[in-house]
Structure formats: C-alpha cells, structure tokens
C-alpha cells in the first residue's frame, strides 16, 4: 500500500516560518503532480500549492511570494516552505499525491492525514 506522512507543523509566532514535508512510502515507481491544501474549522479544503513531476509550481494568491513548495523525488517526498507566516493561515495542512505508481498498482488522489500549523499574534 500506498501511504503519505506530513510532518513540520507546530506554533509559530506571526512573522516566522515553517516547513513542512510530506513522504511517501511504498514500492513506488513514480508520482505525478503532488501539493498542499489546508482546511481551518468552518471552511472548505483549499489548494495551497501544487508541483508537477518536472517541478512546475502553482500557488495560491493569499500565499505568493511566501510559500515555497518544492519535491525531492529521489526520496519521494514533497516539501512546503512557509515564510512571513499569519494567523490566517492557521489551517490543517494536508498533502496530496495524484497518482502514485507502483509496480502494478496505481493508486489516484493519496492524502495525508494532515500536520496542524497555528500561528499566534
């Protein structure tokens, strides 16, 4: 089977900076496009950041120019560099794998169970 673990999340004062990684275990092959949502009490889940397998980025407007999503795919593994942090972006952080390939098993949409990040004012 296919399982993903986050790990970085914490209490940071407003102003500071977290990373977060995301590893994935199992006899894989590869991984298409990976990213990182998050889903604060109330709202809806929300894309933060996504990677493909050649390293395209995409983010979301509230997090430019300070977040950095980045993947070692030698380690299957992806990464989320939070900077300048706000209590707004206080949220449960999950990651996402689209499609991880096994040998012969491919399975789509993998998540993580989530690393809580809180930020303080």
């Known amino acids: 089977q296919v399982q993903l673990v986050e790990s970085g999340g914490g209490l940071v004062q407003a102003g500071g900076s977290l990373r977060l990684s995301c590893a994935a275990s199992?006899?894989?092959?590869?991984?298409?496009?990976m990213g990182w949502y998050r889903q604060a009490p109330g709202k809806q889940r929300e894309l933060v950041a996504s990677?493909?397998?050649?390293?395209?980025?995409n983010y979301a407007d509230s997090v430019k120019g300070r977040f950095t999503i980045s993947r070692d795919n030698a380690k299957n593994t992806v990464y989320l560099g939070m900077n300048s942090l706000k209590p707004e972006d206080t949220a449960v952080y999950y990651c996402k794998a689209d499609s991880v390939r096994l040998i012969f098993r491919t399975y789509h949409d993998v998540w993580g169970q989530g690393t809580q990040v809180t930020v303080s004012s």
């Open positions: 199992g006899s894989i092959v590869s991984i298409d496009a």
């Open positions: 990677i493909t397998s050649g390293g395209n980025t």
